[in-house]
């Protein structure tokens, strides 16, 4: 098949275009003309009340940070985000040049987005093209954006390069955020005066950046005109749909089946049999090497050929690293960091050695890098080139060092219980793509690793960064990886792959499935360290929490004693974590008083004052503030509740952007409000929520939960259509997630049960 590379989109200020090429960012405004019903003046009454609410709340400091900011486009009507330098070697092209200016620039005006996509094979000059472009005509242009689309990761990296560039995200933890890195862009996007270029390079992955796929129809008709038949035939229709079905909508796969059909006159009734059949020789056609790419490859190994050995060196390390961000401070912060990395790389531990490595591979444009950051770039053509040329043997050893080296990005989970790694994640941010890239090369290529159990130990590191950061399923498919790849499964970093893996289940509202790694964990720990030692009550609390989900209190309670015990007697630090999992605990048994006094206990949170929860910017003491706004609550003391679970919910929605724990507190604060009778701001939030969790794979339970309550309030204010709606959302999630509760009556306790009691 053909792969797009390259996706440009702009927009004039003339027009009232306001949607973004690829992420879906559409900005429809949507126009009714139906005369104005009771409903629709309930909905105005409800969002006046509800103005006025957020009004007095962030009055209060309650509910900062909740909406964007607004920016002021004087500052930056001029802004260049191009990571790469002009090809001063550039040639040619000039007719796709003009076709490009033609599409993003037509004679008519248009109101809707102009935009344009390059395809071809890998390396035929699509990203050269577009960069061209991007100089050629930056006149034309007010802002020019790059965006490395080839994976979920480069998008948010990319993203937040351009947030921080724009000035949109004005405190260092929301530049960590991906998703509030995009929404600020997107909303300045769709608001600015400004003429602006966005481009998508290496989008080969259709999904990983949201582009939406053509509706049956639309695939039925592209797939007709691709084979010359009558799109009004029923026949043709039927099979086309077919086929659209199978291939999910994606025009470029719709295009080279179309040309595959076309070229081989198949009759579209025996397609798909014929590719079930044949499906990797069809896919195939998209990487056979054809006589243009044998070309360059001949070219680059004179290149090789003439390299200094640790040039040479350099440039095979980089095959095992994401070909478009490699940071120097990863080579030499890596190097400097473990002792074992081989003698061969000595050269990457001090700064002028690498330079005098790297000049020899940019002077023959090998690699590229950046002008304003030490960040490496290498062709993927390149890459491959590389990798052919290895033998077997030395796979191993560049392997094993790409491992030491991004191992350097991530704190050791195993050896000592540290808590959350917070403080860690600037550096983990900067390695993530690449461990994603070896573990893509590792699963593609039988490679034979010297060192497992160092593969799955990095593994394992990434796996508890992306954990905290509540990218859960990635984090799952990692941790599984790692606990597959240890061949010592008596080791503690064992322990520390499978506790990860329970930890997982256990946010997930899943503590049944928790158990089982949690005492396996254990019990390796014991083996390893004795009944006494500090690791084991980091156990016997994961067991602890499990077990109150499960609502098997007085054994949760037993195990939280003994961690308790452990924690006194070898005067670990993280004895304020038992402490806090105990005091919910004790709010769980409905003793409010008994859970203050245990939550007092914890060292760090003496005085309970709301700074002492914030300062520390740790997200666990995020937990705590939720957990004594629960207890507020219990006590009768509403303001008291308001306040520290709204602080709670702007702390978490600022560090860790829009997931589970965010849903978690919006569904806090929309619950006291509600009891302080503000029910069109209770229903805001709610529905903030609910936008949230249906863009979550894992937010089901917390989407359902939400849906109850939205229907009750809605039907408060006579919204009746709205409450049934969601009502009838509401019961269609949980009967699927649970169809043991199918038979519960429409309540909070049923609903209640697709959440954790505590989420921390």
Known sequence: MSTPKSYASTHAPSTSSETILMLGFAGMRAASSSPISIQRIKRISSIVESEADMARMRQNGMMDKLSTKSSDDEQRSRYRHLPLLQNAKFTGRDDVLSRIQAFLHPKLPSKSTQSVALFGMGGVGKTQVALQYAYQYADTYDIIIWIAAETPITIGQSFREVAQGLHLCHEAEELRDTAVAIQRVKNWLSTTS????????????????????FNESEGSQMLLRQVGLHPEEAAHQEHATSITQAFGGLPLALSQIGGFIAQRRIPLKGFLQLYEKNAAKIDARKTVKDDYEHTLSTVWDVSFAKLPEESTSLLNLMVFFDPDSIDEEILLQGSQSDPEVDSDFEFLTDDMDLGDAEQPLLQVALINKGSMQPIISVHRLIQSSAFRRLPAEDQSKYFDTAVRLLSWGFPDTWSKDVGHQINAWKRCEKCLP??????????????????????????????????????YEVARSLAEAAVGAFDDKTTLAYASAIDLVGLIDLDLCKPALALQPFKQALDIRKAR????????????????????????????????????AIRLGTNSDRIGNSYSNMASLLLKMDKADEAEEMLARCPSLKDFTDETFLNTGNPRFSGDMVLLSRIRLRQG???????????????????????????????????????????????????????????LKEGEGQLARALHKLSGLCTEKGMTQDAEDAREKALKIRNRLRPDLAQEPFDAASFGKLTLWMLW
């Open 194 to 213: 400004s003429r602006w270029l966005i481009m998508f390079d290496n989008a080969d992955d259709l999904a990983s950046v949201k582009l939406e796929p």
């Open 434 to 471: 690449h461990i994603d890239h070896l573990a893509r090369f590792a699963t593609k290529h039988p490679i034979q690793c010297k060192n497992p159990q160092l593969y799955a130990e990095l593994l394992l590191r990434c796996s508890w960064y992306l954990y905290e950061r509540e990218m």
């Open 529 to 564: 360290l004795g009944p006494s030692d500090a690791f084991i009550a980091f156990s016997l609390n994961n067991l602890a929490l499990a077990y109150t989900e499960l609502g098997d209190l007085e054994e949760a309670h037993r195990q939280h004693q003994e961690a308790i």
């Open 637 to 695: 003391r509403i303001d008291d509740a308001l306040r520290l679970a709204s602080k709670a919910l702007t702390f978490r929605q600022t560090l860790l952007g829009n997931r589970l724990k965010t849903c978690d507190s919006l569904f806090d604060v929309a619950s006291i409000l509600q009891l302080q009778n503000h029910q069109a701001s209770a229903i805001d939030l709610l529905k903030q929520l609910v936008n949230i969790a249906e863009s």
